[in-house]
């Protein structure tokens, strides 16, 4: 069964169009990425998704709902949360209040209830710091709790991301480049978190990644974008072999050339590296 | 120039041109001679002359320090002697030339009261006298570098105390002579009619010096025995504590007397306005240059509702009054705050600043006149009651405001600790993110400026219980600005350094009316020094607090971690 649909979406910045007509389907408790070249709109379709950016046409259902003209706040209370390329974690806050404000959406003290503190608020915050705590733990950064956020190394600031991320209860995760800038052996551990992400939680996951290994060994389904438009969509498989995938990564002709030695090395390379991860 | 810039004298000759020119500065703007006129001791030593030595000493001292760095006696009297010697020859060199040239056209305080007062009364003949001076200064201030830093310590809290004993010389007088008897026996004995005397200086000093001394001493043993006590003897001494500060704040009026009393409801005001913009600017980052304009319309409406006079509508009690001017104050907030939801950062500053502007032009407007009393404002507010008792002076209002900044603290942190509190700062940090973590922008914002406003507004009823009267005039941008500063000052998003703020930006300055047209002068310059020293605040917020201890933590932890890991690649 589907939990996200895209019908013609088109986003057009002035005379640039981002996101051209693009169909789009997601099935639940899937792992899926989205590929494509610098400034394909992989991006943008997130935004659209997210409520960042509004599609100029076309709609996007969400769980039967329809979410394409919701404000952010709300496409997050239905169940959608979202990483960021280059790290957006609130910097002057604690990895532990980063965790608090993801959890936002399910906390209902009104300002008279903070003020007076009724038993009612008090339970929630308790409930909440031990959620948040939990959130720490299960993301590795137990302890971490008091550090601010943009004092954490840079792979606990990407692993605090998904656990405020997570922290919503999503049905549906957007990870936009879970592994840039990671080392192979980071990256392995990532494209196992996310694994357990799906297996342990049941979220289903979309993410945009150009590491061709992490993508290739993760993802259930590939939708590849370029310039805007859906130029092929499959299993990791069907991708690695379709011409027109190739031929957008390396350019015209070379598809002829090297059909399938542009793809198999990263791809014959993963059982190996996996196994001395 | 580079030959010359490796002799170990440079630093010594460039402290002392910069610590003359200072003196020159202050010769020249005239405080020398205004501040000649209060004496810190009686017949011994002015203000006046206090800011000179200080310089020659401070320019002597640094000196001094830095040709310590390897420890050698003669380099650094040396030094020190050059420094101070240089910094008094400048002042040799204005007299001098202000002996031949009439200096007076451009520089209108270099006259011949300021030479005599520069060279002890003689005269252009004396013009010796600074340079020697200088010398002898800087000569001391090097002695006082080579002195245990035990000692050095404190001599130098000794001086402080004396220093602000005469500074305060006037109000502490007043206060020991309200009551006959001993205390009035006392303050003869320590103060004279101006300043200090000089059994009053000594008997300072040497408590200040000796007490600060003791504790310097014991302050690890008592921390120590204070921790190594069980939990329940020290809950119960954190209670005394506690029930002490309390009796403190609540006889302090009668003590302090009426003056300081309302220099304390001052800062009780500006207290709680800062406690509001803590909320709009500290907290959730709107900046908001118009918090003036809540301030007006809680004390207006106050005053409407209340006054006896010609413009009161409704002659309601001050307790009456005061809820609904709050009431108002908060939907101002919620009103002033659509308009400029979408705008962000330096725009939001501007957008603000006008409507700040609107409301205070509002009041003072003959259109208005009729009803909000023009430029004549409103007059013959009544004090507020408690049962029979009148809230007449501020003796008693200080309770009032004391209550007041007190409670909305206590709102103030109860809410920076709730899940508002963290949206807010969310929004502050980022906010597209914020909002796609699934907070309203629209509800949080306006909440944030509408509770900014309510703490405000309480200010402003009680600000018109305080003078009894309201005009426009005291509506103006400089209380915005005053805000935001003590806001600054204290340390951005925390709230003792709003308490903190308060009293050093409104609270000193009331204080130091003696200094009059120099106040402003000195609150600039602290103001700059400030931001350059300590640019985090008084009393930064805990997460900064926090952050720049791990800094150091971190700096310890990764010195010996990067060395390790150097032999190891």
Known sequence: MAILTAKKVTKRFGGLVAVNALD?????????????????????????????????????????????????????????????????????MTALENILVGLHAHLHATWIGAVVRTPATRAEEEHAHEEARRLLRFVGLQGKGDVLARNLPYGDQRRLEIARALANKPKLLLLDEPTAGMNPTESEAMVAFIRRLRDELGITILLIEHHMRVVMSISERITVLDYGEKIAEGTPREIQTNPRVIE?????????????????????????????? | ?????????????????????????ICLVGMVEVFGRSDIIERVISLGQ??????????????????????????????????????????????????????????????????????LGAGPNGAWIPLVGGAALGLVAALFCLLPRRVRQSIVNGLVGVLLAGLFSGLLRVILAARPGWSAELGRFLFASEGLTLAGALLFFILAGGLALLWSQ???????????????????????????????????????????????????????????LNITLGMAGLFDLGFVAFFAISAYTVGLLTSTGEHGIAQWSWWAAAPVGVLLAMIAGAFFGLPVLGIRGDYLAIATLGFGEIVRLLVGSDFLRPWLGGSFGILAIPKPW???????????????????????????????????GRAWMAIREDEDVAEALGINLVQTKLLAYMLGGAFAGLGGAIFAALVGSIFPHSMNLLVSVNVVALLIVGGMGSIPGVIVGAFALIGLPELFREFDEYRYLLYGIAL??????????????????????????????????????????
Not at chain 2, 386 to 403: D, M, W
Request: proline share 5%; with cysteine.
């Open chain 2, 1 to 25: 120039m580079n030959e010359l810039r490796r002799l170990p004298v440079w630093h010594s000759v460039r402290i002392g041109l910069i610590g003359g020119v200072i003196m020159l500065y």
């Open chain 2, 386 to 420: 408690i049962g029979n008792l009148e809230l007449a002076g501020p003796q008693q209002i200080y309770y009032l405001a004391v209550f007041g900044a007190v409670l909305v603290a206590f709102v103030a942190v109860r809410l920076r600790d709730s899940r508002l």
């Open chain 2, 50 to 119: 206090v800011l000179l030595l200080l310089t020659g000493l401070g320019a002597g001292y640094l000196a001094a320090r830095r040709a310590g760095e390897p420890t050698n006696a003669l380099t650094v009297l040396i030094s020190g002697v050059v420094a101070g010697g240089l910094t008094g020859g400048l002042l040799t060199g204005l007299v001098v030339i202000g002996s031949v040239v009439n200096l007076r056209a451009v520089f209108i305080n270099a006259s011949p009261a300021l030479y005599n007062a520069l060279t």
């Open chain 2, 218 to 276: 014991s302050q690890a043993t008592v921390r120590e025995r204070i921790t190594r006590l069980p939990e329940a003897q020290r809950k119960t001494l954190r209670w005394a504590m506690l029930g002490l500060a309390v009796i403190l704040i609540l006889i302090f009026p009668q003590i302090s007397g009426a003056f300081i009393a309302q220099v304390i409801v001052l800062v009780g005001i500006f207290a709680l306005m800062g406690l509001g």
């Open chain 1, 248 to 277: 957008a990564y390396l350019g015209r002709g070379s598809a002829a050339d090297i059909p399938e030695q542009a793809v198999r090395p990263s791809v014959s390379t993963l059982p190996a590296s996996s196994a001395a991860g």
């Open chain 1, 24 to 92: 789009f389907t997601l099935e639940k408790q899937t792992i899926a990425s989205i590929i494509g070249p610098n400034g394909a709109g992989k991006t943008t379709f997130f935004n659209c998704i997210t409520g960042f950016n509004q599609a100029d046409e076309g709609e996007i259902i969400f769980d039967g709902v329809p979410i394409h003209r919701l404000r952010p706040d709300k496409i997050s209370h239905l169940g959608i949360s979202r990483t960021y390329q280059n790290i957006r974690l609130f910097p002057n």
């Open chain 2, 528 to 569: 700059i020094a400030m931001m350059l020293a300590k640019p985090e605040g008084l009393w930064p917020s805990a997460a900064i607090r926090r952050e720049l201890h791990t800094d150091e933590t971190d700096e310890t932890e990764t010195n010996p971690g990067s060395s390790s890991t150097v032999p190891a690649s």
